[in-house]
């Protein structure tokens, strides 16, 4: 895995759940793509431990010329609390890009991406793909939270034109309810659909089971625990579902190298 340093250039809380990182590093050039992600560590030593993986959530250009890579992040554990203390001109150390990432959807099919809490993070970069391909005026974006505070986007996606539903659990903010109840209350008006989903990991089942009983197509970007974040250690293993048999009879894909996105019925539900 190639390993860089990176300089921030800001680094600023949206929400008390929600924070926005922007460095100056290169991503286009590396294969930028929604849903690839980086491998950061810190280059201080206030915290030793392995590289934690991180989504791409936005690359854009800068009037200047240089590209500017933005990550979303929920404040969790060491890490990422040490990352709030960062200030712009400090350093991190980025491995990457790693990951395949979303598949472009088929033409026929709407796109409805589908965001559960800190899973917003792929989303600003995948809307920006698809209004390159023309394709602002058919996307649906859900974004759910537990409450207000974990909902958040860029203003670029906004400002895009495409169609965004709030929802949180406890109604203080959008709908009331839960992002697949949301969904299936549009599901008759919405035509053939294309679900892009991340969040965690009991959205991303609920997600799964609603996507193989309609039978519509949906990729799912798991946040497996990551070690080594290039396919060598085994931690990120996900059993696969192959069509036909019989799940827990399937094999093991690594999330870092198979992944992080899985077609819906190529994963154990
Ligand atoms: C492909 C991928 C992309 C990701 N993208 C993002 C992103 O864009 N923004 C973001 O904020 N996070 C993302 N994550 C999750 C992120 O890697 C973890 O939040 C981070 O590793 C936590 O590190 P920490 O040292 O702060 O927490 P730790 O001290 O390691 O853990 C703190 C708490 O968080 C829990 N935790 C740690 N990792 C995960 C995980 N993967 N899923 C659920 N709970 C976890 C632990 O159980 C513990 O309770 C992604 C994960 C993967 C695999
Ligand atoms: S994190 Fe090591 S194999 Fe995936």
Redesign the pocket.
Known sequence: MDVSLATLIDNRAETPTVWRMALDWDALARGARAAR?VMLALEDNAVQ?LP????L?DVWRRADGRVVTE????P??????RMTQLRAGAQVRIGGLA?NGFPQPASERRPVLLAGG?GN?PFALQVRELLAGGRAQEVVLVLAGRSAQDIWIQPSVRESGITIIECTDDGSRGEHGRITEVLQRRLSTLGPIEAFVCGPEPMLHAVQQMALKEQFPCHLSV????ACGYGVCNACVVESAQPGVPCGQGDYLR?CVDG?VFEARSIHA
């Open positions: 992600f431990v934690r993986p991180f989504s959530s990550l979303l992040y929920k969790m554990g060491r890490v990422t609390q990951g800190i993070a946040e497996e625990r990551m999330a992080p």
